[in-house]
């Protein structure tokens, strides 16, 4: 047997053992004759040859099992929902014992930044503002820094400039752009306090991702919460509205 033939089939007997084992890592009950819906990947794989590398790309088997392919007979994949019907298909699909998130993947025309929003029902981790006063002074002083935002006044500010060279580095000190700088703190505390969201593309395609609530929530509010998100991204500049949970398939929703 020439060298040529050998190295063919040793591409061969590879890529028929990659297939095999990425089968059975995707689903280990398939030798035991569980029927499954599949879905085609791509694989790239690299061997070497004298001295040369080449890289093959090989379909491998996606593997669903059998509470994947009964939660998603209820959906209609052709079929474009209202946002209420659609958010409760979700809900009702979702598959993991946590409580998963409820995202939203969105197709719009152009790719870059959409724009910020606020959603009005979405948990976030919280971040310790504090409004300057002699006690954060003090502590300041001390070197103890035990807060994420720190609010003053015009009047207070003053006090704070001998500690910019401790908080300047940490993104700290109090301006007037980012509404941390203010003649009402307690107004500011309070606005700070509901995280805005930056709503973005990838990078190389005009594909948004976001996670809107979680599958706990009622519907009424991760109905609110998406109907925000169309209100910032604008209809009008929407292709396509999918919805799923964190492991559940995605239910197409209808954007008028």
Do not use: W
């Not at 009424?220 to 991204?233: A, F, G, H, S």
């Amino acid at each position: 047997m020439s060298k040529t033939s050998q190295e063919n089939k040793a591409k061969k007997a590879k890529q028929e053992s990659v297939e095999v084992q990425s089968n059975e890592g995707l689903n280990p009950e398939l030798a035991k004759g569980q029927k499954a819906v599949t879905q085609d990947e791509v694989v790239e794989t690299t061997t070497e040859s004298e001295g040369t590398a080449e890289t093959h790309k090989i379909k491998t088997t996606k593997i669903r099992g059998k509470k994947y392919q009964a939660v998603k007979k209820k959906i209609d994949v052709t079929k474009y929902y209202p946002l209420k019907e659609a958010v409760k298909l979700v809900k009702e699909t979702s598959l993991s014992k946590f409580d998963g998130k409820v995202e939203a993947h969105i197709t719009v025309l152009d790719i870059g930044s959409v724009g910020e929003i606020t959603f009005p029902h979405l948990e976030t981790a919280s971040k310790k503002i504090v409004i300057l006063n002699d006690t954060i002074l003090a502590e300041i002083k001390e070197g103890k820094v035990n807060f994420d935002i720190i609010i003053a006044s015009p009047a207070t500010m003053p006090k704070l400039l001998p500690f910019a060279r401790v908080l300047g580095p940490k993104g700290l000190m109090p301006n007037p752009k980012n509404g941390t700088l203010t003649d009402d703190p307690e107004a500011a505390v309070k606005r700070l306090s509901v995280a805005k969201t930056m709503i973005k593309t990838e990078k190389k395609a005009p594909v948004v991702h976001i996670v809107v609530g979680k599958v706990s929530q009622p519907v009424e509010e991760l109905t609110t919460n998406i109907d925000e998100l169309i209100k910032v991204v604008k209809s009008n500049k929407i292709k396509k509205l999918a919805l799923c949970a964190t492991m559940g398939p995605c239910v197409k929703v209808e954007v008028k």
